[in-house]
């Protein structure tokens, strides 16, 4: 083996090997295990939440593999209306054209070549996270087979009434002009402006009542002004008329217990067109809404002329400043508002009353929310049911249609005199209606909402509405892992969908993972400077490549400048490379029942370092037994305390590993993993096994060799699943040794506790021996002895029970403590300055004369403690400011609080020393 662990030299080889080899694909054996990848939009490139996700299923896949089961993980990616859409538009217009010149069928079909050309991207970084899906089955939302599923869901809700058209007022964006869903809307405080305008009273023109308002272009869409019925202030003023300032209507006064009287002036504008509050109120107190706006937001023919034609924010400033010239202008203030933009055009959400179409959800959601109660659908986390059940307690109709070319065309056709009519295609309609062949029809424009189809992703890829194979093997999947941000949006739609449907829930369990974040548990954002590209985490980048990348498409320079700095002041060498095993292994170790996941590149090098720590330990493994060991093993080979011990440890740990990941406790499956590897196996039985295979004994000899390898085989087999390429390498090397024929780890059997034996004895024993070694080893780095220098030790009150533990363990005492003769003293006896370790009642004493430099020593611990004595007057004057412990991070405050009392017993020790060191 090369004696460094180089990841880009295998990872690529062993990817192309599995996947060539079929490995991925479901074995036909086995009790059915399916897991649905939930599918990212085929514009989309890997971030960090994918990555997160990809790991913890093909973990939890792999692991399934292994176990024996007849694996199958639904692969795919959503066709991403509105996000692909703008990507073939924006290609266009470097090409000086528009969509609306190609035509929608030439315009498809552009999008179609994009895909096939561009649409490839995050299905390769994909593959570069290790991903054992079977890409032979890979699905995609606009295929033929799921086309034919979204049609039949739309035209059978269709025909039982629970879908429907109508006018109602949606979140739209005016630069696609187009219908956008919550989840596409981002809503951030930005700094703006509150208006107070005077509407004359109708009865007296001299009066008037103050309205504050947020939106003065808006005006000419009011059909009311609003108080509190119980605000003192305008309550004789209830029922009156206003002028309705730049036009000749008036409006009426109303009184509505939503309207906050502590804000503005305590009188709002109602505009129900425009207002998603407002539309609610509009509907109690009968008003009819007036839509003022052109679809791309230009005040249209329902306003006074001089105004029509306006885009909205420059009409913003023209009825300001006409209100002004009027003096309908009380004040204006300075106010700090949530404003609402598309998270992909940035453009300000306008609500917008359109015809669209709904699903009556309703009657679909008691029935999913039955199966969570039932327990047919578990939550892990427990806790997030209540978030589903809130969420659809509070449920409103879903708007499904999509003002785009891009997606799944609604199947309705219109008459000329507005008539709908539903079904697969327009031959179909005419047969299905009875229509006259020359009946002229024209089919819906809009697409369905992406979500529409997604929502039926569990079983449209397994091939419903035939009745496939795959439907009646692997449907209800098993386990569904995703983030709590679209439980909603997807999760609850899914099982909704389903049940209607299929009859059966989609899947039985949901794991939900949490938010990854920055170091600093900040959401990553492009405008943060904080996005890491996890395939920068495997492959490394440069400094100034990491700037490039952050700063790129920032139209604020200052912006740019201050990520730079910060990105510099973070990475001044850049990213180095991990490693996909490392990136992965760290992912499943942060993966906590927490809400949030702080991502914290420390850990990333930390699992960087046991992977290498892996590799060595396997170098020492293999340079001990190639060619020593023979091709059978021999049977009724000695095992000593070290082997029982390591196999013991073994035992324990595959259980617990399968039984966190079981209860998809991913984050203490690795975990487990790590001490058992790190400290049980390489710390402590590479260790024991050294003086073992120095045994004069060949038979312990061997016995020594084939644990050492039989272990390593077992870990491999364990740490497959977190980490398939290291594994799979190093296995392909130890593999022969043990006569094994299994091509590939991967679909190796997972340890069973069972396999190994359990020798609970050796357990005592051991703790024995360590709780002597460890203390021993902690006294030469606090006293400065080397590690390898031989010490005597003299041992008070001991048992018959430690002199016997001694007299067995003499061999491993005296190899691993360095220790070279032994002295048994009376409980009265007195000693010179000494170094002690107690265990249980035992005291072991370690004569210091001979052994350091007292004056060296002394020399040292003197600036020890003069270092140490800053540190703590710095530590407790800030903790002894009240300013200072109330602005700072509770975490923090409690870290400086605990190194504080860690300093003080550090400078009792070393005034311990330093009277010892005197005393010599």
């Not at 001089?306 to 002004?324: C, I, N």
């Not at 300013?883 to 300093?903: F, G, M, S, T, V």
């Amino acid at each position: 083996m090369d004696k460094t662990y180089d990841p880009k030299t295998i990872e690529t080889k062993w990817y192309a090997t599995w996947e060539e080899a079929g490995f991925f694909q479901a074995s036909g054996h086995g009790k059915p295990f399916c897991l649905m990848i939930p599918p990212p939009n085929v514009t989309g490139s890997l971030h960090m939440g994918h990555a997160l996700e990809a790991s913890l299923m093909d973990c939890l896949v792999r692991y399934h593999r292994m176990c024996g089961e007849h694996t199958h993980w639904q692969v795919g990616t959503d066709h991403a209306g509105i996000a692909t859409q703008m990507v073939v538009e924006r290609e266009l217009t470097l090409e000086n054209r528009s969509r609306h010149e190609l035509g929608r069928a030439a315009f498809e079909d552009r999008i179609w070549e994009w895909k096939k050309q561009s649409g490839n991207t995050i299905t390769q970084q994909l593959r570069r996270m290790g991903a054992s899906t079977d890409w032979t089955r890979e699905r995609f939302t606009m295929d033929p087979g799921l086309s034919l599923a979204v049609r039949e869901v739309f035209i059978r809700l269709h025909d039982e009434g629970l879908i429907y058209r109508k006018k109602r007022l949606v979140n739209w964006d005016p630069h696609f002009k187009t219908a956008i869903s919550d989840l596409e809307v981002i809503s951030e405080e930005e700094d703006g402006f509150l208006w107070h305008l005077r509407y004359p009273l109708l009865e007296d023109p001299n009066l008037y009542i103050v309205v504050a308002t947020t939106r003065p272009e808006t005006l000419f869409g009011d059909q009311a002004v609003a108080v509190h019925p119980d605000d003192e202030r305008y309550q004789h003023l209830i029922g009156q008329y206003v002028k309705l300032p730049l036009t000749d209507r008036s409006i009426p006064i109303i009184a509505d217990d939503t309207i906050l009287p502590e804000f503005g002036s305590g009188a709002v504008k109602i505009t129900p067109a425009h207002d998603f509050n407002d539309y609610a109120r509009g509907e109690r107190h009968e008003l009819t809404p007036l839509n003022i706006f052109t679809l791309d937001a230009h005040l249209n023919q329902n306003v006074p002329a001089p105004y029509q034609g306006l885009e909205r924010f420059a009409a913003r400033k023209q009825v300001v400043a006409d209100l002004e010239a009027l003096g309908l202008v009380e004040k204006i203030e300075p106010h700090k508002g949530l404003i609402a933009r598309g998270d992909r055009s940035s453009s300000v959400i306008e609500p917008m009353l359109t015809d669209q179409w709904y699903v009556a959800i309703k009657p679909l959601a008691e029935d999913a929310v039955k199966a969570v109660q039932q327990g047919e659908v578990q939550f892990t986390p427990k806790n997030w049911e209540n978030t589903f059940f809130a969420w659809m307690d509070n449920i409103q109709d879903w708007c499904i249609s999509r003002q785009l070319w891009w997606g799944h065309r609604i199947p309705a056709w219109y008459d000329e005199e507005g008539n709908v009519y539903v079904a697969e295609d327009e031959v179909t309609v005419r047969k299905k209606y009875q229509l006259p062949h020359l009946l002229l029809l024209t089919q819906d424009e809009d697409v369905l909402d992406t979500w529409f189809s997604s929502a039926l992703w569990p079983f449209s890829t397994l091939g419903w509405p035939e009745k496939t194979p795959e439907l009646s093997t692997f449907y209800p999947t098993n386990v569904l892992i995703t983030g709590f941000d679209i439980i909603f949006f997807w999760v609850a739609r899914m099982i909704m969908m389903a049940l209607k449907f299929t009859g059966q829930v989609p899947f039985k369990e949901v794991y939900i993972h949490g938010l990854v974040t920055d170091g600093e548990g900040q959401k990553m954002s492009k405008s943060k400077g904080n996005v890491i590209d996890p395939i920068d985490l495997i492959d490394g980048i440069d400094l100034e490549g990491l700037i490039r990348k952050r700063t790129q498409n920032l139209l604020l320079s200052k912006q740019a400048q201050k990520i730079e700095k910060q990105t510099r002041q973070q990475f001044p060498d850049g990213i180095p490379a991990f490693g996909t095993d490392a990136v992965r292994f760290t992912f499943c170790a942060q993966a906590s029942t927490g809400r949030y996941i702080q991502f914290d590149l420390n850990r990333v090098e930390g699992y960087r370092n046991f992977c290498n720590k892996l590799w060595n330990a396997t170098r020492f493994v293999l340079m001990n037994i190639e060619t020593l060991i023979p091709e059978v093993k021999p049977s009724g080979l000695p095992t000593s305390l070290a082997d029982r011990y390591i196999l013991t440890k073994l035992h324990q740990v595959s259980l617990d590993v399968a039984q966190h990941l079981n209860q998809y406790r991913f984050d203490l499956a690795a975990q487990a993993c790590y001490e058992f590897v790190w400290h049980e196996y390489c710390d402590w039985y590479l260790e024991l096994s050294r003086p073992l295979l120095k045994n004069e004994d060949p038979q312990i000899q061997l016995a020594t060799r084939y644990t050492l390898l039989e272990v390593l085989e077992a870990i491999l087999r364990l740490l497959h699943p977190f980490i398939p390429y290291i594994t799979e390498e190093i296995w392909q090397r130890v593999k022969p040794l043990l006569g094994i024929a299994t091509p590939s780890i991967m679909i190796a059997a997972y340890p069973q506790a069972k396999d190994y034996p359990l020798d609970e004895a050796s357990i005592i024993e051991m703790n024995w021996l360590k709780n002597i070694i460890t203390p021993l080893r902690n006294m030469r780095g606090e006293m400065n002895v080397p590690p390898r220098k031989p010490i005597s030790v003299w041992i008070k009150n001991a048992s018959a029970e430690d002199k016997q533990n001694w007299q067995t363990l003499d061999a491993l005492l005296l190899e691993l403590a360095f220790i070279e003769d032994v002295k048994w003293l009376d409980n009265d006896a007195k000693l010179p300055p000494c170094a002690s370790v107690v265990v249980g009642h035992m005291e072991i004493l370690v004569p210091l004369a001979g052994l350091i430099d007292p004056q060296a020593e002394l020399n040292r611990l003197e600036k020890l403690v003069l270092k140490t004595k800053k540190e703590q007057e710095k530590l407790a004057q800030k903790l002894n400011n009240p300013q200072y412990c109330a602005n700072i991070k509770p975490d923090i405050l409690a870290q400086e609080q605990a190194r504080l009392i860690e300093i003080e017993h550090l400078l009792s020790k070393a005034a311990e020393q330093q009277a010892q060191m005197q005393w010599l």
